[in-house]
């Protein structure tokens, strides 16, 4: 005799799977991937590589030997991890820094609060910033492009973010001469230090973010309205003063695109309608413009991310669809 089985709505069934989308983010990295390895060289390829392989395991022996339960590193969430923590570091970042950092990301910013989908904060932003604070010279030394022989030993420069940081400091515009024009931003080429192995090449990240909008891995509100929002900020600031850059050098400069694009969306951490996301961007792309412009560290992506996934559970409570049926009152 056939069962009939009953069960709560909804009954609709999708092809979306925590799987499919953590490989869909990270085939999206790819084009940002390749062209750190071709400017950075084996400094890249050696700093992305520890970094996954340092989250897969610690998420492996945490899962196993720690929380007592069947290890899911194949579900692609450490692997992702992993390469977005990577994309932030330096590409001459000591191998033993590089693993802490993997601890810290997985162990305290995933695993500490259960694992996958009970994270608050973007687990890869966690280890970032708790090694820029820890180790803030080792995290501050940028590459120069081009260093494709040497690891430990590449060449260091000032980052289009510092000159920006050094004009507002010394109220001089002139420093803003040096910095490269939009379109060697665009393409990641920078003549000087160029910043972290993942936001290189701003060009790689907007197609990255093309792919995932193809696939509805993420929608277009968090990133746009990040962007946006420090499109305008600086731009008046640029119209009020010259010592402040002008808005699309903010945009293509530093962890911006990364961060809007592949670390902000985080489903877990970011707010669910689309009203709270808008919210989110535009509170991250204030809070980055001023901690990049009057803060102590020339990049505030990081920081913005993290302070606004905290009010993540705030946005969600009070900016709701309207249930269906649901009267209200006059």
Same mark, same amino acid.
């Given at each position: 005799m056939a069962k009939f089985i009953v069960s709560l709505s909804p009954h609709a069934h999708g092809k979306d799977s925590v799987e499919r989308n953590m490989y869909g983010v990270i085939l999206a990295l790819v084009p940002a991937l390749l062209v750190s390895f071709l400017y950075f060289g084996i400094g890249s390829v050696v700093v992305c590589a520890v970094s996954v392989a340092a989250c897969v395991f610690f998420e492996w022996v945490i899962s196993k030997y720690v929380m007592g339960r069947q290890p899911s590193i194949t579900d692609g969430s450490a692997i992702l991890t992993g390469l977005?923590?990577?994309?932030?570091?330096?590409? =001459?970042?000591?191998?033993?820094?590089?693993i802490i950092g993997a601890l810290v990301a997985i162990g305290i910013g995933k695993m500490t609060f259960g694992g996958l989908g009970c994270n608050p904060f973007n687990p890869a932003l966690v280890g970032r910033c708790f090694l820029l604070v820890s180790f803030p010279a080792q995290m501050t030394s940028w590459p120069v492009v081009g260093?494709?022989?040497?690891?430990?030993?590449?060449?260091?420069?000032? *980052?289009?973010?510092?000159?920006?940081?050094?004009?507002?400091?010394?109220?001089?515009?002139?420093?803003? &001469?040096?910095?490269?024009?939009?379109?060697?931003?665009?393409?990641?080429? #920078?003549? &000087?230090g160029a910043g972290t192995i993942g936001e290189v090449c701003a060009l790689a990240l907007l197609i990255g973010l093309v792919y995932m909008l193809w696939r509805k891995i993420i929608t277009w509100h968090i990133p746009v309205s990040i962007i946006a929002t420090v499109f305008v900020f600086c731009?008046?600031?640029?119209?009020?003063?010259?010592?402040?850059?002008?808005? #699309?050098?903010?945009?293509?400069?530093?962890?911006?695109?990364?961060?809007?694009?592949?670390?902000? *969306?985080?489903?877990? *951490?970011?707010?669910? *309608?689309?009203?709270?996301?808008?919210?989110?961007? #535009?509170?991250?792309?204030?809070?980055? #413009?001023?901690?990049?412009?009057?803060?102590?560290?020339? &990049?505030?992506?990081?920081?913005?991310?993290?302070?606004? =996934?905290?009010?993540?559970?705030?946005?969600?409570?009070?900016?709701k669809p309207k249930r269906f049926g649901e009267v209200v009152s006059k």
């Open positions: 977005l923590l990577g994309f932030n570091l330096p590409s =001459n970042l000591p191998l033993w820094i590089i260093q494709l022989t040497s690891y430990a030993d590449a060449a260091t420069g000032a *980052t289009p973010l510092s000159l920006m940081k050094t004009a507002i400091k010394e109220g001089d515009a002139s420093y803003l &001469e040096q910095l490269p024009d939009s379109l060697t931003l665009l393409l990641g080429n #920078v003549p &000087e731009g008046l600031l640029h119209l009020a003063s010259p010592i402040y850059a002008d808005p #699309v050098s903010a945009i293509l400069s530093g962890g911006l695109m990364l961060g809007a694009i592949f670390m902000a *969306t985080d489903y877990v *951490t970011s707010p669910m *309608t689309h009203k709270g996301q808008l919210i989110y961007g #535009v509170c991250i792309g204030l809070l980055t #413009v001023i901690i990049r412009n009057w803060g102590s560290y020339p &990049e505030g992506m990081s920081f913005a991310i993290l302070i606004m =996934n905290a009010f993540t559970p705030l946005i969600n409570t009070y900016i």
